[in-house]
């Protein structure tokens, strides 16, 4: 194949095999969406239990071949291009493949959603509103809908290039906002993304934290 367009992560031995042989098979190979070139949300199960999850959702577990992990296509075999998004862009599908009927490097941008948001002309929504936004480390793609519509950026497109992660956690957390909030916000579409991840580690650390510290402050109030 001249082009190999793979969606979808690895969660299964068979998914493992499978994506090998397409390498081997391609000559370029370009993983689209936020599944294949993140894990997806189906990586949430990294953080869980693996076991527990089959025997809840399952009758048989026995029967379910599926890894402990959901990962990215780049974790198992070299990736040439990705597309970021859930779902992707279709401009960006076509510059890709134009680009590489014409022989030349896609052009597809890495900046951050703050930039479509200047574009726009939109006010802010974190600085004017306090509401909890992830476009400064957010590549762009979307062309801020959410911001557009007074909603938090959630990370559809993964982490933008050379983004300054644990700063934006820093001001989120200075700001007022609880790690038990601001935790859903990363660990989503593309809660195994580079950066996400770390964050999201972080916050999990910091909301168990709070919680603990709540279960003190109640046992020592019950105490009394």
């Not at 998004?85 to 941008?109: F, H, K, N, S």
Request: hydrophobic letters at 35%; a neutral charge; glycine letters at 8%.
């Amino acid at each position: 194949m001249d082009v190999t367009l793979v969606e979808g992560s690895i969660t299964t031995p068979h998914d493992v095999q499978r994506i090998q042989d397409v390498r081997q098979q391609s000559r370029v190979l370009v993983t689209i969406g936020a599944c294949a070139t993140a894990g997806g949300i189906q990586s949430l199960r990294n953080w869980a239990s693996h076991t527990d999850y089959l025997q809840v959702v399952y009758a048989r577990p026995e029967y379910i071949a599926s890894l402990a992990t959901s990962t990215a296509i780049a974790a198992h075999v070299k990736v040439d291009y990705e597309l970021r998004g859930c779902p992707i862009d279709r401009g960006q599908l076509l510059e890709l493949l134009t680009a590489l009927v014409a022989g030349r490097r896609p052009r597809i941008p890495m900046h951050s959603v703050c930039l479509e948001c200047k574009r726009r002309g939109n006010v802010c929504i974190e600085v004017a509103q306090g509401v909890p936004c992830l476009g400064p480390i957010t590549q762009t793609g979307c062309g801020a809908i959410c911001p557009s519509f007074n909603r938090g950026c959630y990370g559809c497109f993964g982490p933008a290039d050379q983004a300054n992660f644990s700063s934006l956690t820093d001001s989120l957390l200075s700001s007022g906002h609880a790690p038990q909030t601001l935790l859903p916000l990363l660990r989503g579409i593309n809660a195994a993304a580079d950066g996400f991840r770390e964050q999201g580690e972080r916050l999990a650390k910091e909301a168990e934290k709070d919680l603990q510290a709540t279960r003190e402050h109640s046992a020592a109030s019950y105490g009394r």
